[in-house]
Each structure stands twice: as C-alpha cells, then as structure tokens.
T-cell receptor
C-alpha cells in the first residue's frame, strides 16, 4: 500500500511559539491531503482538507488563522500551529489519497504535540 | 449524511478465539467502507476496504469483513485472535459518487483486548 510519513513524530514547545508539521506521500502523488486531530481515547476529528495548489477547506469550528495548512506540491503538505497554547496539545495525524490510491486515505504515523 | 456506529467501545477475547467487531453505517448513496487499525501512539493502518466489488473482503493479518446492504453492516472478523491484534479499530465510510474531498466519517472506535 501507499506510504505516508510525518515529521516530527514528537515535538515539545513553549506556549506562544509556532510549530510546523510535515506530511509527505512517499510513493504516490497526493492530490488531496487531510489533517486530523485525535484526543486521548477518542476517534479522529477532521480539521481540514487540502487539494494541491488550492487553499485548504477547514471544518466548522477550526480556526484557519491558528492552524495554517499549505499543500504546495503533490507530495507535501504542512500544518503550522501558530502561537501554540497548552490546549493545542494533541496527536495530529495526516492522511493522503491520489493517483492509483484515489479511493483510499492512507495515514501518516502521527505527531505528538505538547505545549508547555 | 453519512454516519458510522461501532457497537461496543471495548471488546475482550481470549487468544485463539473468534474476533467480531461490529460496524453499522448509514448512507444515502452507495458507500465505500473501510476498517483501520491503530496501535498506541501510531497512525492508522488500513486493514481492508469495500469499494462495490466483492461483498466479502479479505484484508491483512487474517481479518475479513462482509458488506451486507440489507443490514447496513460491515462487521470485521478474524477466526483466531493473536496477542498482536490488541489495538484500537476504526470503521469508516465515504462515497465516491460525488466529486469532492471524499471525507471519511469514522466510528468511535473499538478497543480490542486479547487475554492470554
């Protein structure tokens, strides 16, 4: 199956700083990438959807100015958490679909963000 | 609108016993259905998917699922549980008849515990 990577796997930052998370499709062109947030012992919550070369579409209640998403190429999307606060601490997971994997989302390994 | 209900947030079976994880869906259009598995602190791994071909779908690690339209179900089974099957399992639904982002709608997840 398709391979999706995320970097970093874990990040700790101080309150007020910005953090960038990268999501890469390694063996296919991802026309669409998705960003999710997962709280402990809960299901995934979709934050936004991004199509390559277009602005991301955010779900209701997600602050687009706080969670900046860029999908500048067919293999890379980035999520930047701006002015992070402790309540932003969470597990962030990306997924991607496209090309021969057009009908299935493949997920990255996730990024654990801790804001002190 | 689409929705997914996973019956049982926690299922416990003995090693070697049958695994049955239940998933019922609601969709106004023909659905595409997926089962994903998540190990602690990791992303989601695709187990199997139904995309309107054979109703009995075989996946990785000995799992299979049967699409039953009359029962709006897509239950996941494995004949003999292994200790390594202990994880969180998510059922998800989407559709591809309408062009767009093809968002996944997830169930709340079922935590599978294997007793030695």
């Amino acid at each position: 199956g398709a391979v999706v990577s995320q970097h970093p796997s874990r990040v700790i930052c101080k309150s007020g700083t910005s953090v960038k998370i990268e999501c890469r499709s390694l063996d296919f062109q991802a026309t669409t990438m998705f960003w999710y947030r997962q709280f402990p012992k809960q299901s995934l919550m979709l934050m936004a959807t991004s199509n390559e070369g277009s602005k991301a579409t955010y779900e209701q209640g997600v602050e687009k100015d706080k969670f900046l998403i860029n999908h500048a190429s067919l293999t890379l999307s980035t999520l930047t958490v701006t002015s992070a606060h402790p309540e932003d601490s969470s597990f962030y997971i990306c997924s991607a679909r496209g090309g021969r994997y057009a009908d299935t989302q493949y997920f990255g390994p996730g990024t654990r963000l801790t804001v002190l | 609108a689409q929705s997914v209900t996973q019956l049982g947030s926690h299922v416990s079976v003995s090693e070697g016993a049958l695994v049955l994880l239940r998933c019922n869906y609601s969709s106004s259009v023909p659905p595409y259905l997926f089962w994903y598995v998540q190990y602690p602190n990791q992303g989601l791994q695709l187990l199997l998917k139904y995309t309107s071909a054979a109703t009995l779908v075989k996946g990785i690690n000995g799992f299979e699922a049967e699409f039953k339209k009359s029962e709006t179900s897509f239950h996941l089974t494995k004949p003999s549980a292994h200790m390594s099957d202990a994880a969180e399992y998510f059922c998800a639904v989407t559709h591809l008849l309408i062009q767009g982002a093809q968002k996944l709608v997830f169930g709340q997840g079922t935590r599978l515990t294997i007793n030695p």
